[in-house]
C-alpha cells in the first residue's frame, strides 16, 4: 500500500526568509505527487503536482516543490514566506489506478510578521 | 459556476440518527470522492464513484453509505451516527484526463 509522510507537524518561518515543508513518499511504479493548501473552514485549493519531466515543479502563489526520486520526497518550498501563506499544507500521492489520492497528515505553517 | 457544492456545512447529530451530506458538482466530472478529515489528521477516503451507478470503497467505509445515480450527485449516507463519526468531511471531484482535485468546503459534523 502507497503511502505519504510529513514529518513536521509544524513549520515556523519569519516573513521574508524561505520555507520548506517536507514531504516523502512510498509508492510503486511512477509517482504521481501533489500539495494541497487549506485556509480555515475552507475546502483544500490545489497548488502543484509532478507527474513527469523536470525535477522542479512550480505551482500557485509562488510555491514550488522538488521531486528526488532517490530520496523519495517531495518537498514544498517557497523563496520569501508571506504571512498569507500561514495555512495547513498537504502532500499526497495517487495510486497506479488513478483512482485513488493518499493523503499525508498535514504540515501547519506559521510565517510571523 | 459553482463547482462542486456540499450542503449541509454544519450539523450536530444524536447517537443513533441518520442523516445524508449532500454533494453536487456542475463541472461533468466522472470521478467523485468522499473524505473525512479528522482534528490534526490529514484525509481519509471513505467513497469514491468513477461515474453514475458506479461506487467502491475507500480505506474508511464502515458505517457510511453512498449512491452516484447521476454524474451530478454523490451523497453519503450516516444509518447509525457514532461518536467516532464526528468529522469534517470533504465532497471531491476530478475529470478522467486531469489529476486535479476540485473540493468542496466542507460539511462538519458533531455526533452526541
Known amino acids: 500500500a502507497q503511502s505519504v509522510a510529513q514529518p513536521e507537524d509544524q513549520v515556523n518561518v519569519a516573513e521574508g526568509n524561505p520555507l520548506t515543508v517536507k514531504c516523502t513518499y512510498s509508492?510503486?511504479?511512477?509517482?504521481?505527487l501533489f500539495w494541497y493548501v487549506q485556509y480555515p473552514n475552507r475546502g483544500l485549493q490545489f497548488l502543484l503536482k509532478y507527474i513527469t519531466g523536470d525535477n522542479l515543479v512550480k505551482g500557485s502563489y509562488g510555491f514550488e516543490a522538488e521531486f528526488n526520486k532517490s530520496q523519495t520526497s517531495f518537498h514544498l518550498k517557497k523563496p520569501s514566506a508571506l504571512v498569507s501563506d500561514s495555512a495547513l499544507y498537504f502532500c499526497a500521492a495517487l495510486n497506479n489506478a488513478g483512482n485513488m489520492l493518499t493523503f499525508g497528515g498535514g504540515t501547519r505553517l506559521m510565517v510571523k510578521p | 459556476n459553482a463547482g462542486v457544492t456540499q450542503t449541509p456545512k454544519f450539523r450536530i447529530l444524536k447517537i443513533g440518527q441518520s442523516m445524508t451530506l449532500q454533494c453536487t458538482q456542475d463541472?461533468?466530472?466522472?470521478?467523485m470522492y468522499w473524505y473525512r478529515q479528522d482534528p490534526g489528521m490529514g484525509l481519509k477516503l471513505i467513497y469514491y464513484s468513477v461515474g453514475a451507478g458506479i461506487t467502491d470503497k475507500g480505506e474508511v467505509p464502515n458505517g457510511y453509505n453512498v449512491s452516484r445515480s447521476t454524474t451530478e450527485d454523490f451523497p453519503l449516507r450516516l444509518e447509525l451516527a457514532a461518536p467516532s463519526q464526528t468529522s469534517v468531511y470533504f465532497c471531491?471531484?476530478?475529470?478522467?484526463?486531469?489529476?486535479?482535485?476540485?473540493f468542496g468546503s466542507g460539511t462538519r459534523l458533531t455526533v452526541v
Open positions: 509508492v510503486s511504479g511512477n509517482p504521481y
Open positions: 463541472m461533468n466530472h466522472n470521478y
Open positions: 471531491a471531484t476530478r475529470t478522467g484526463a486531469s489529476y486535479g482535485y476540485t
